[in-house]
């Protein structure tokens, strides 16, 4: 090679550090990054979101790998002293006022995440009770810990499985991220009663939400057992004693044994000799089981079940579209040769006839870049890529049981990437590609 060749090798080479420089982003740029995803995803309206899309997108040197580090990293928060803080907040859509209580660790630094505990009271009780059986556990475990008072309207009245109440320890959870350092992937609920009817339902209508709940002398719904597919994923440690309310023992069984055969992450303590009682012998084991459990990033394998058509994402898989026809809770439901039945044939058959009428759909990562999809009652399904076991840079195939239903590869997006975290105000669902499919 001549003198002349080998400089000009050289200027190109230093030419291409030079580049990569420029494509740094700039420390300024940064910090700024952090300010605006930390209120897109945790404050921001839809108009201020796009705002923000477009403000990201213009900053130099800002691209997918640097911004899902981002997201994935802590975002600034407060100093705040160790010690119990107790405030009264406006929530839900009914503005109602809610007393709570927090504790936060002592030596508490606001660049690190914690885990989150939330535990709930029973029909007629205060936000203190509960707060004060899990603060020593808490502590142990190093989890902020904190308790909502339900508002006065509801305080006497049992958990009502409604969107109200969903809702408001949906804005609980995320004032309490505004405020503290808290890990997404590490939030666990707990309760007593209805305080555990309230854990089960907000871990299956709002899947991927909570790492972990334990519910205490609480259960699932009959109706509700078709969800069990959503707790993939969610630690599950129940307590109930043998002799509370038959009905809820009988849920409490099958709940049990559906979530075994599904392979989900459930520990269930059945107390022959005991009813509804508060089982403070169980506590310390229950948190030390929860806090050793995180969310998983992109799993392999999620679930969907739902008859409620605003339950349609759990993690990166979601209905796009329903068939026309689903359960509705309380509607009629006509089963032949019913008077013939038994009273646990008749339950039997109300049960396959809710099963019937709900929309499951189930994703699962196989080898060779490969997503097969199970599907019933669903129409069309949105995936967000790439879960765990996906290479974007090789062809993706999608399928429906054995039918191949698209074959190609995809282009990731800033803008997927940023939509799939503020969908489910989480930066840990981030995805920078979606698929919209229609099933055949």
Known sequence: MTRS?????????LASLASAQEREIDPNDEARARFLLDEYLLRADDRRARAIEKELAGLEGLDLDRLTRLLHEPMPRPARTGGIERRTLTLGGEQQDYRCVVFVPEGYDPKIPYPLLLTAHGTGGEEEGPFEAMLPHARGAGMILASLGECAKRRDKGWAYSDEERRVQEEFILLLRQDYQIDPRRIYMNGWSRGGHASWDLALRRPGLLAGIGPIVGGVPARDLVLLPNLLGCRIDAVNGGRDQPELVTAVREAAARLTALGADYRGYLDPERGHAVFEDRLAGMVAHLAAHSRPLAPARVAIASYEKELVRHDWLAIAGFEAKLYRPGARIVIPGVTKM??????????????????RLEGRVESGNLIVLDAHKVKR??????PTGIDLEKPVEIRLGERSLRRSRFRPSMRDLLRSARELRDPFMAYPVRVELSLP
């Open 381 to 386: 399904v949105r995936i967000l890529l790439p």
């Open 342 to 359: 038994s009273p646990e044939e008749q339950r039997a058959a109300w049960l396959e006839a809710v099963a019937e009428g709900t929309a």
């Open 5 to 13: 060749a080998t400089a000009w090798l050289l200027i190109l080479f």
